[in-house]
């Protein structure tokens, strides 16, 4: 068994590690060079936080990494100096003196017990792989919401720590397309936070709204009051009334000298006069430049962009413990099959359709229980082809007005109309069986595991009610 030291202290091999039951720390000092491979090897990295920039760049590197043995690995700041937000939400913690990682200890054990529940796939895109690298990161801290954080140096003025992480500042804005498919997805729920408005020509959310002459686009202009005398009714800017002697007004028709503002004249509104052109005008145009692409926009043709407080909903939670491989959008690219909404608004009709003739249809779900396992063992590519090649072999042995979505990466739903339940159960069956065959000849040492059910459609419930009481029990 191995020797659990119960107190901290020095290894012997690494005078940068420190043990303590049980566990390994890698301390970075900010005098080392920005490489971190190194931290794969233990089980929690200290960093010697005495210089913000350094962190940062250091904190940037573990979470922005691909791999989970990087981007999960706990993360203890040392001495924390002046560093701000949104960093700080990328920590598990700061230390005033090594000795307090004893208090620290339960809650990067509690990281670490819940990283083991995890699994890790190769995802069929991008943006899949941000969505699995954030809700794994959100389930083993435990974190039910994430909220953005105001921060100059995001590219959308808004940071949400592990998300924004992953994309430099000319690209962040597409944080906000992968919480959009999330959503969709149904592995987060959101709530306003914000508004933000967004360059229209490359999404950048640093913006400086200027005045403007509405004739040549100039800001360079002055403004003066515009005077009203009650007793002549003369209206004009109120260099008129000025002269050279003093500071009287008099009015430039009438002569008069203006005495009390409110009594015998007022001043209604301005007037500008444009240094560029000469354009003398009352209204201005508002534009805001873009201080990224210095594209000059039109306040109206902003991009307005919603700012989300986002949280994490129990089939996020499922979906990180057994490894998220894709999102819909990967998967329509599988032929022969269609969206989740196409298939939803296709069994509503088929729902209608049943209500006037006395016709039988049928629901059947296919779910692979230790997909994530199966995914694991898979390149990208192959993922693609084994499901191409499954849908394929799939469709051989239905009726051709049958249709197949993928509810998630492990699950199939496929629609059986106008057939007997019987006939459907037995097609169901030769469909596992063929699964089963193909998943074994693939992979030999795997051990399949495919549960499935059949109902007949009902003209009394909803489409979208029936089809989530037959996935329930896998989400
Ligand atoms: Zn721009
Ligand atoms: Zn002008
Ligand atoms: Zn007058």
Known sequence: MKNVNTEISTSKENDRVIEYAGLSFYIIYNTDSLKTDDIVFYDAVIIQAGDPEFTRHIITRIRGHFN??????????????????????????????LEQIKLILPSVQNILLRIKDLTFTSSLSYEALIIQKTISFMYSRNIDKMKPNVDFNSGIGYNYPILSVNFSRKEEHQVLNIIKTMTEEKLITKEFHDSVYLCNNCTSGYMSYREVCPKCNSSNAVSQDIVHHFPCSYVGPIEDFKNQIDDELNCPKCNKTLRHIGVDYDKPSIVNDCLSCGHRYQDFNVKAKCMNCQFDNEVEELKKSTINVISITKKGQVMAVNGYVTTSRDLQEIKGTVKLDTFTTMLKYE???????????????????????????????????????????????????????????????????????????RLTQDIVDLMTALIETNFKDMVVSIDHSVKPVSNKLSGELQIQQLVKDYF
């Open 68 to 97: 989970p043995e990087h981007y999960l690995k706990p993360v203890l700041l040392l001495n924390q100096s002046s560093l701000k937000d949104p960093y700080i939400n990328l920590i598990d913690g700061t230390l005033y003196s």
């Open 351 to 425: 729902v209608e359709r049943l209500k006037q003739t006395d016709g039988k249809s049928n629901l059947a779900v296919l779910h692979l229980k230790n997909s994530g396992e199966a995914y694991s063992k898979m390149t990208t590519d192959l993922q693609k082809t084994m499901l191409n090649f499954l849908i394929q072999d799939i469709r051989k042995n239905i009726p051709t007005s049958s249709i197949i979505t993928f509810y998630s990466s492990s699950t199939i739903l496929i629609s059986l109309n106008d057939l007997p339940l019987k006939i459907a159960k």
